[in-house]
C-alpha cells in the first residue's frame, strides 16, 4: 500500500496520482500544489512527509469577514498594518515552522510570520490593504493549518507573563557573585597592609549589593511570612525571613561599628539558592493551558438569520428574504435564529426549527452515541452537530445556559490549594518552634556566663539554622518529579499537586472518553450470516457515508473489497441505503431497515435497547444488527486492580447503564459504579467523598467532569491529544499512559519519602552550625561554606534519589 | 594603590552593563521561546542552497535579507 506523500497516511480509499507522487486524496494534494507553484517544496526536504490534511473550510471562518469580531482576535492594527497571533495545533514539526514564516511567498500582503514551537503559535504581520484575518486564516486552513479560535479568545485580553522571579533570581545571583569576590580577601584574616586599608570600602560595597538582595529579592520571603503569621500559621517562610533580616541587620551592625566584615556572602548566596529552589519548582507546559472552561471549547460567532421585512406602500410590511450574518455568540439573544452547520458546535441553549438533528454529546454530558433530535426539541448548549445543516432557534443567552451555569458554582472561583498544608509547612512549625527555643536557651546561658557575646550567640543561632537546605528539598525533589512525570507525557500544573497526590485515597473515573476510547470500538455481529456479495454491497454503502457509525464499520469490513454503487441514499439520522446490480442494502435504525422488509424480526427488536445499534436489511428481509461497545483502554482492568488494593474506586458516568453489567464482570469487586450522573451530580458526589474525609482523585476528560474536577483533591484530565481543548484541571494525561496512573501515584508518594530523608540530612547540617553558634564560633568564614555546602548537597541528593525512583519505576531511561 | 578605586569601578560598572543586557533580554522576551530559533537558524543556509537551484528568483532577495537582519 501507498504512504501519501503529503500527510503519510495510507492511501487505502483512493490513490491520486499526480507529478510521480501518491496523495490520499485532493486535500492532500492541492496542499502539495500550492507549495509546489510557489517554490515552497523544500517543506518536503525538511521532513518526510510532514502534512496536515486540510479539512473542509468552506463558510467554517465566516465569521472572521464582520468586522467587530475580527478586531477582537487583533493585536494591532493601526495604519494598514495588522498583527494577529493564531494559536495552530497542527504545528508538529521543523517544516511547518518552515512553511508558516515562509507565508509571505504565498501572498504577499503577509510582511512576517513568527512561529513559537513549544506554544504552537504564529504571529503574523500583514498589510491589511485587499487582505484580512479571514483571507489569512482561510490561506492557513487550506495549507491544513486550521487555527483555533475559541470564545476565549474574543473575550479576554492576553496578560502578560510573570517574569519577577527571574528578576530577582538575577539580582540575587549577581549580587551573589560579586559579594563573593569582596568578601574573599578578609576569609584568610591576613594582616597585611593594603588590606587593612582597603576592606572598609570592600564592605560597604558588599552592603551596596546586599541591598537589592534583601529589598527586592528576598522581599517575597517577609511578604510571605507576614502574611502566614497573620492567618496564625509558621509556614517555612517565617524561619527564612527571621535569618535574612538578622544576618542584614547584623552585618550592617558589624561593618558600622567595625567588629567585622559581615556576612553578606551568606546572605546572598541564601536568597540566591532559594529563588533557585522557586525556580526549579516551575515546570511549565507552554503548549497547555490548565486554566481552561467552556469559553475555549465554544465558538466565537455562529451564522445568524434574520427576516427582512421590506414596507410595501408604507402599510403592510411583508417578509421578502431571510439573511444570514455572523453574529457574535455572546450577542445572541433569546428569539434569535441561528444556522448550525455539520460538525459545528452549538452554543446556546435552544429549540430545533428545521433540519435533522444529529447530536453528539459526549463531551459535555457524557453519552456516548450521538442523539437523534426532532424539530421542536430542546438542544442543550455543547452539542455538536453531526449531520447536515439545522435551524435553532435560541432560548438562553450563553452565560445562562444549561451547561455554562455549572461555571458559576463557586468552587470554580475558590483557589484550591489554598487549604492544603504542605510537608515542608508541617516540619517548619516545629522547626521554627525549636528554633527559636534554642535561640533563647542559648542567650540566657551566655548572658549569666558570658554576657559580652550573648547578643553574639543569638544572632548566631538564627542566622544559621536559617532552613535553607529544608526549604529546598521539597522544591528540588518535586520539581524532579514534575519533570519525571512530563517526560512521561503527565503533565502536571505545579509542584504541589504531586505532593496532594500522594495523600490520595480515593480514585473516581469518569467513563466515557477516560475509561473508553473514542477512537476504536469495539462491533459484534448478532443475526443471519452474510453473503459474500452481500458484504460487498454493505461495505460500499457504507463507504459513501460519512456518520461516525459507518465509518467505524467500514474500518471493520473493508477487506470485503468494494463494488461500484447504482444508487445510494442518505436519510439523515435514520440510516443509507444503498443499491448494487441486484439488490438493495439497508443499514441504520430497525425501523429504517425493516419498513419494507417483508419479514420482520420480533425478537430481536426488544433486546439491546441501551447498546448502540447498526441494522442491516436487504430489499426482502431483515438480516441482523451489528452491535457496538465502547472499547475500554488497554490494561484498564489491571489498573484498577492495582488500584484497588490502596484506593477506594469509583466510576461516575454521565451515559446510560447500559454498561453495568459488562463492567462489572471485569472489574475488581467492591467498585462503585454510578450511571446517569449530570455534571452537578458528579460535583456533589465528590464533595460528599471529601466531606466523609477522603482525598479525592477525579480522573476524567470532558466539560462534564469539569465540576467533579475543580472540586476533587486532585483532577487529571485523560486526552487524546494534548493540544486539543480539555477542561481545567491539575494535570493532564496522555491517554496513551493511562496504564502508568498507578505507577505516577506510587512515584508521587515515594517522592514525599525523598523529602523526608532530605529533612533529615538538611537537620543534620543544621546541628553542626548550632554547635558553632551556641559556643560562639561562629565565623563568617563558616557559615559561608556551611551554608552553600549544605545546600548543594540537599539538591544533588534529591536530584539522584528521584531519577532512581524514576528508573525502578522505569519511568526514566 | 589608589588605583584600585578606579578597577574596582571599571568592573562593576562592567559587571551592570552585562545585568542590564540579561534583564533586557528577558523583558523583550528572548527567553520565552528557547526551542524556535535554534530550528529556524537551520533553515537559512540549506534555503539558499534550495532557491539558487531551483527558484526563479521573483521576490526573492528581499524577504531573506529581512529576515537575516532580523
Known sequence: MENCFHCGDACDRTVIKYEDKQFCCHGCKTVFDILNENDLSYYYDLQQTPGITPSRIEGKYDFLENKVISDKLLEFNEQGIQVVTLLIPSIHCSSCIWVLENLNKLNPAVKTAQVNFPRKTVRVTYSSDGFNLHDLVVLLAKLGYDPYLSLEDASVKKTTTDRTLIYQLGIAGFAFGNIMFLSFPEYFKVDEFWLERYKYFFRWLMFAFSLPVVFYAGWGYFVSAYKGLRSRILNIDVPIAIGIFVLFVRSSVEIIMDWGSGFFDSLAGLVFFLLLGKFFQQKTYAFLSFERDYKSYFPIAVTRLFKEYASVDGENTSETSKKEDQAQVYELEKGDRIIIRNSELIPVDAILIKGKALIDYSFVTGEAEPVVKQSGDYLYAGGRQQAGVIELEVLKPVEQSYLTQLWSNEIFSKNKQSGFESLTDKISKRFTITLLLIALVSTIFWLFYDTSIALNVFTSVLIVACPCAIALAAPFTLGNLLRIFGRNKCYIKNSKVIEQLSHIDTVVFDKTGTLTTNQKNGIVYEGITLSEDEKLVLTSTLRASNHPLSRALYTLLNTNGICTLDSFTEEVGKGIEGVSRAFSIKVGSYDFVTEKAQEKSQVLEQSNTNKTTVHIGTSEEYKGCFVFFNEYRAGMTDVFEALSKNCNLVVLSGDNNGEQAYLEQILPKGITLLFNQKPENKLNYVKTLQDQGRNVLMVGDGLNDSGALAQSNVGIVISENVNVFSPACDGILDASRFKQITTFLTLSRQGIKVINYAFIFSLFYNVIGLGFAVTGHLAPVVAAILMPLSSISIVIFTTVYTYILGRKLNLVD | ?70
Open chain 2, 1 to 70: 594603590m589608589n588605583i584600585i578605586y578606579m578597577l574596582l569601578a571599571i568592573s562593576v560598572f562592567v559587571a551592570l552593563v552585562f545585568f542590564a543586557a540579561f534583564i533586557y533580554s528577558v523583558k523583550k522576551g528572548q527567553y520565552d521561546d528557547m526551542y524556535t530559533p535554534s530550528v529556524r537558524m537551520l533553515f537559512e543556509d540549506e534555503l539558499v542552497d534550495e532557491k539558487k537551484e531551483t527558484s526563479k528568483s521573483t521576490n526573492e532577495t528581499t524577504p531573506r535579507k529581512k529576515r537575516l537582519t532580523k
